[in-house]
């Protein structure tokens, strides 16, 4: 066993642990805080395929402000039943459907075949990114910057607090 | 030198992927406030993301298509985050519950 494969493991096992915990444990600061570990934890995976840029993005982006968005949440949405939550009486419907769909992805993976042989990874370079982003994936960039104002726009406006409303 | 991508298979992404979303699609089905449940459909996306960068990395190194897609889905994410929790907001704000099960005047 490589080093490589010791560092995948750990991080994938590391990964797999936090998310169980976001999924199960009744404190919902908690469970915010292992989000967090678990979204470090994918960008590790991002360094392992050789993409430092995605990492920082995901370190970035998830780990820091969504987690920071999810973690105002929690808090403007504090009731009766926080800061702890039970899970619904569904859970074992939801184990079923959920160990369902993992086997079959499983199931898919181990029966397909995958290049084998995968020569060499390229180093994705910061700089290729951009050209690549700006030259042939210029639409679909400009398209997903509007789509993101238009839903922060959105979203202050369904927020705000409208005149006379209790 | 080889990069560690060559030197560990790339069924070891999908099912570490599978694994996370999978544990997603139960956070999904069994929480019921409404937070938790946003924070499992953020364990989805990132699965998804993993995804598509181990299969870029594998098998399409100089185009970057799936790089690119997993930059777009962060940003989706981004937005999706957002906009779901302005929804939440307004709904505790009215119903003073983050509870899905306790939302459901659109229930017949």
Redesign the interface.
């Known amino acids: 066993m490589t080093v490589a494969n010791l560092v995948f493991y750990l991080i994938a096992a590391l990964a797999i642990v936090a998310a169980l915990g976001v999924v199960t444990v009744p404190n919902v600061v908690h469970a915010a805080l292992f989000l967090i570990l678990s979204l470090l934890a994918v960008a590790g995976f991002y360094i392992l395929l050789s993409n430092e840029f995605l990492a920082i993005v995901q370190v970035l982006i998830y780990a820091g402000a969504v987690a920071t968005i999810i973690i105002f949440g929690l808090m403007l949405t504090r009731g009766t039943d926080l800061p702890t939550v039970s899970v619904g009486g569904q859970w074992p419907l939801a184990l079923l459907a959920s160990g369902a769909f993992g086997g079959a992805v499983a199931a898919a993976v181990i029966d397909s075949t995958w290049p084998r042989d995968v020569g060499e990874v390229t180093l994705v370079s910061i700089n290729d990114i951009g050209a690549v982003l700006f030259k042939d994936w210029l639409l679909p960039f400009e398209i997903v910057s509007v789509v993101l104002l238009v839903a922060l726009i959105g979203a202050i406006v369904i927020s705000t607090q409208e005149e006379g409303e209790a | 030198m080889?990069?560690?991508?060559?030197?560990?298979?790339?069924?070891?992404?999908?099912?570490?992927a599978?694994?996370?979303?999978?544990?997603?699609?139960?956070?999904v089905?069994?929480?019921?406030?409404?937070?938790?449940i946003?924070?499992?459909v953020?364990?989805m996306l990132?699965a998804v993301?993993?995804n598509f960068?181990?299969f870029a990395?594998?098998?399409d190194?100089?185009?970057?298509r799936g790089?690119?897609f997993?930059?777009?889905v962060?940003?989706?994410?981004?937005?999706?985050?957002?906009?779901a929790?302005?929804?939440?907001?307004?709904v505790?704000?009215n119903r003073?519950?983050?509870?899905v099960?306790e939302v459901s005047q659109l229930k017949w």
């Open positions: 080889e990069t560690a991508a060559e030197q560990i298979p790339l069924e070891h992404f999908l099912f570490a599978g694994v996370l979303f999978s544990i997603g699609v139960y956070g089905l069994s929480r019921r406030n409404a937070v938790l946003l924070m499992s953020e364990l990132n993301a993993v960068v181990a990395v594998y098998t190194g100089a185009l970057f790089l690119i997993a930059v777009f962060i940003i989706i994410a981004a937005a999706e985050v957002g906009l929790l302005g929804i939440i907001l307004r505790f704000r003073a519950t983050a509870n099960d």
